[in-house]
C-alpha cells in the first residue's frame, strides 16, 4: 500500500526541486575529512571513520559530534563556521562524487516534461556554478537557489528558498536527505521525499516522522 501511494504521489508532479550535498552528490567522505582537519585545529583526536558516520547517520551534526565526544571549549558558532567553511573549499568539494543513478534520474524526469529546480545551502552561488558545471549536471535545473544569493545569505532554514521558485504547491515535490529538507518543505507547503542514503539514515527519518522515504536515486528512478 505504501509503495502504491508513493507512486500516486509521484505521478502527480511535475515540479521536482532537489536539495544538493548529500542528495545528488556523496558529501560524507568529504565532510569526513573536514572533521580531522577541524580536530588537528583544536588538537583533538578525531573519530575514527565508523564512528562518524554512525554519528552522522543517526542525526548528529559536526557541533554536536565534537563537543559531545571531546573535552572542548570552542564555542558552538565557531566550530560551525568553521565546518560551513571548509565545506566549500574546492578541495573538499572535489571530493563530493555524484551519486551513481543521479544522471539518470534527472534524465528521466526531463524525459516526461517535468521540471527540475535545485535549492541548496550552499554559500557560493559563483562557486556552486563552477561546481555543477565540473560534475556535468548544470544544464538539468531550470532553477538554482542558494544562500549565496544575496536575498537569501542570513536564512536558516529552505522555506523561503523553495517559495520563490515555487509555481503550483500540489504539483511540486522537494527530493532531500535530512530533517531539515523534511521540515521546510512542510513548512513551505509542497511534499516531500527524503533519501536515506546521504547525511541521515532510514531509522533516524522515520523516528522523525519522515513517510516518504527512498533508498537511493537509484531507487527513485524506478518510480519515474
Known amino acids: 500500500m505504501r509503495k502504491w501511494l508513493e507512486s500516486i504521489l509521484m505521478d502527480k508532479k511535475n515540479h521536482y526541486i ?14 569526513y575529512d573536514i572533521h580531522k582537519e577541524l580536530c588537528s585545529t583544536y588538537n583533538i583526536k578525531p573519530l575514527s571513520l565508523d564512528a562518524y ?28 563556521s568553521d565546518f560551513a567553511y571548509l565545506a566549500e573549499m574546492e578541495r573538499f568539494q572535489r571530493k563530493y562524487k555524484v551519486k551513481k543513478g543521479v544522471v539518470e534520474l534527472v534524465e528521466s524526469i526531463n524525459n516526461i516534461g517535468a521540471k527540475i529546480s535545485l535549492c541548496t545551502f550552499r554559500r557560493s552561488q559563483n562557486l556552486l ?51 531539515g529538507d523534511f521540515y521546510s518543505a512542510n513548512k513551505a507547503g509542497i511534499s516531500s521525499l527524503i533519501l536515506s542514503d546521504g547525511l541521515r539514515n532510514h531509522n533516524f527519518l522515520k523516528s522523525i516522522g519522515v513517510v516518504s522515504i527512498k533508498d537511493s536515486c537509484l531507487d527513485l528512478l524506478k518510480e519515474i
Open 18 to 31: 532537489f536539495d544538493y550535498d548529500g542528495t545528488l552528490v556523496d558529501t560524507l567522505e568529504g565532510y
Open 53 to 80: 558516520f554512525n554519528l552522522r547517520r543517526s542525526g548528529s551534526g559536526e557541533v554536536s559530534i565534537l563537543k559531545e565526544n571531546f573535552s572542548l571549549l570552542v564555542k558552538d558558532e565557531r566550530i560551525a
Open 129 to 179: 556554478i563552477r561546481d555543477l558545471k565540473q560534475k556535468n549536471i548544470i544544464n538539468f535545473f531550470s532553477d538554482i537557489v542558494s544562500r549565496g544569493m544575496p536575498e537569501f545569505r542570513s536564512e536558516t532554514n529552505k522555506v523561503r528558498m523553495l517559495e520563490s521558485i515555487i509555481v503550483d504547491y500540489e504539483k511540486t515535490i522537494f527530493i532531500g536527505d535530512t530533517e
